[in-house]
């Protein structure tokens, strides 16, 4: 079933926060933050999905902007005081989108491959394969220790949460689905042998977040095209109220090419208009977005390199057993071995340290000067404990005084990039600035951030949805820069103009509380 909501805004805030964080192996508090409050539509969602004795399956919806992740993270946060933290998964098809809500990777937490294998070959399920045919050849697999304690791991599982649904391909939550009802049969074999749960996916309740309109999968099909979401059945939910941007005419362009629907040449007309020049606060420039990494590392680099002015340069620091150390890369993809800055460099959050203070993850500033720490954590990050401890005098370490669009001036610290099991047990720690440049991004990486001044040439976009998510992470028409837009450059899947229109359109009946997608 397809549902909408209203639009009024209510309800508490929830302060968000995981259980335990370690420093130099000692358990600490990890940081909190209270998470903005739930509209009355934001709240009609949050309850379906945690009504008392629920297990349907649901997929939550609605153009960028509409707090999908604002409804996310509530939910994440009720169903880990009910469940538990071995109750519940998050995760994300990719690192960036992982790290967006404090998740892990779909491949990294159930063990699943990137890449076939001959051992996995009677896994996978294939394009075209029903759930039974891969069912029966999942009985010959030989699970490594890994995979094993992964299915084990499953069984205790009440809920999982996948964010960015739009880029997860049919083949990986097969997969998934495989796993879990493998997981609730087999896990304990002298007494289950190899039978498989019959129900989908093992009973355990899967809530999908994202929009079919933006980014699509790397590779593979779309997975609301695969036999699995039939039989998942999941209800379906749109948020219909915008909070990212709030002008009615930004609002109606955004719309037009989330659906690639220019009939009005007004809209045209004014997309053409956006090529002027933006104005920007001083000291600022405008986030160019790209729709490939290597214009946009090179447009860093040169912009970098254009400042004569003395640097200051701050290595990663690892620690944590090698084994898991060595997943650190993959599971934090936004964290840089090396970060050289300077006065007058462009940055930007790569996570969510502080919300209150507006440090968060997209937030743009620009380094104004550098301060000095003295404090015991920034001390150990570049001495070392043992340097530390020793009473031996160290010269303060310079951390880079940034002047934020909305957040003023802050010094951002080290921050504590934490690998963790499916009990939130830390297993490997990566210390870094949690920053990066920012005079270009990729549209990939931008996914789910507010930009307040973008610069954005269309005429690269090569995939659906790259136009539509590049133009929407701008939050005011005066901050939005578009050049060389041809409306031949926004592509959409046919198949997602379809599936909206079915499910929100189509089903649509008097009675109903549903509505058009936005």
């Not at 920034?378 to 957040?407: C, D, H, N, Q």
Request: glycine share 6%; with cysteine.
């Amino acid at each position: 079933m397809a549902h909408s909501a209203g639009s009024k805004r209510g309800p508490p805030s929830w302060v968000f926060a995981r259980s335990k964080f370690q420093r130099n192996g000692e358990a600490q508090p990890a940081p909190s933050f209270t998470l903005p409050p739930l509209s009355e539509e934001q709240k009609v969602i949050f309850d379906k999905i945690m009504q008392p004795g629920g297990k349907n399956n649901m997929f939550v919806t609605g153009s960028a902007g509409t707090g999908k992740s604002v409804v996310l993270q509530h939910a994440i946060q009720a169903a880990r005081a009910l469940h538990g933290d071995a109750g519940v998964a998050v995760v994300a098809p990719t690192g960036v989108a992982a790290c967006n809500i404090r998740g892990k990777t779909l491949h990294s937490r159930f063990s699943i491959p990137i890449e076939s294998s001959p051992q996995w070959d009677n896994w996978i399920a294939k394009p075209g394969q029903d759930g039974e045919s891969v069912k029966r050849g999942a009985k010959h697999l030989k699970l490594t220790d890994v995979q094993y304690k992964t299915v084990a791991q499953l069984t205790g599982l009440k809920v999982i949460f996948i964010d960015e649904i739009s880029m997860v391909e049919t083949v990986v939550l097969r997969t998934l689905e495989t796993l879990a009802c493998y997981a609730k049969k087999v896990v304990d074999r002298e007494k289950h042998g190899y039978a498989m749960e019959s129900e989908v996916f093992g009973g355990i309740q899967v809530v999908m977040f994202g929009d079919f309109a933006q980014l699509p999968p790397i590779n593979g099909e779309l997975c609301f095209k695969s036999p699995l979401w039939s039989r998942m059945n999941p209800a379906c939910y749109q948020l219909q109220a915008i909070f990212r941007q709030n002008e009615p005419e930004l609002i109606n362009i955004l719309n037009a090419v989330r659906f690639a629907n220019f009939a009005n040449p007004d809209i045209v007309a004014k997309i053409h208009a956006l090529s002027r020049d933006i104005t920007v606060p001083e000291g600022f420039v405008p986030t160019i977005l790209c729709s490939r990494n290597d214009p946009a590392d090179k447009i860093n680099i040169d912009r970098y390199a254009e400042l004569d002015l003395p640097e200051h340069t701050y290595q990663k620091r690892d620690r944590g057993d090698d084994r898991f150390v060595k997943m650190l890369d993959s599971a934090f993809l936004t964290v840089l071995d090396i970060l050289k800055l300077k006065i007058g460099t462009q940055v930007m959050m790569t996570r969510n340290v502080n919300v209150e203070a507006g440090l968060v993850n997209g937030a743009k500033g620009v380094v104004v000067g550098f301060v000095p720490a003295t404090d015991p954590s920034t001390l150990e990050w570049v001495y070392g404990k043992s340097r530390v401890l020793s009473g031996e005098t160290l010269p303060p370490v310079m951390l880079p005084e940034i002047k934020f669009l909305l957040a003023g001036k802050q010094v951002v610290k080290p921050y504590d990039f934490t690998l963790r099991d499916q009990k939130d047990v830390p297993l490997a720690t990566r210390v870094q600035l949690p920053l990066r440049y920012a005079w270009a991004i990729t549209v990939h990486k931008s996914q789910g951030m507010t930009l307040h001044f973008v610069k954005f040439d269309v005429s690269d976009a090569r995939t659906a949805g790259q136009v539509y998510v590049g133009m929407s992470r701008a939050a005011t028409l005066d901050g939005l820069q578009v050049t060389n837009f041809n409306t031949r450059n926004v592509k959409v899947n046919q198949d997602v103009i379809d599936f909206y229109y079915n499910m929100f359109i189509k089903a649509q009946s008097p009675a109903d509380e549903r509505a058009e997608p936005a």
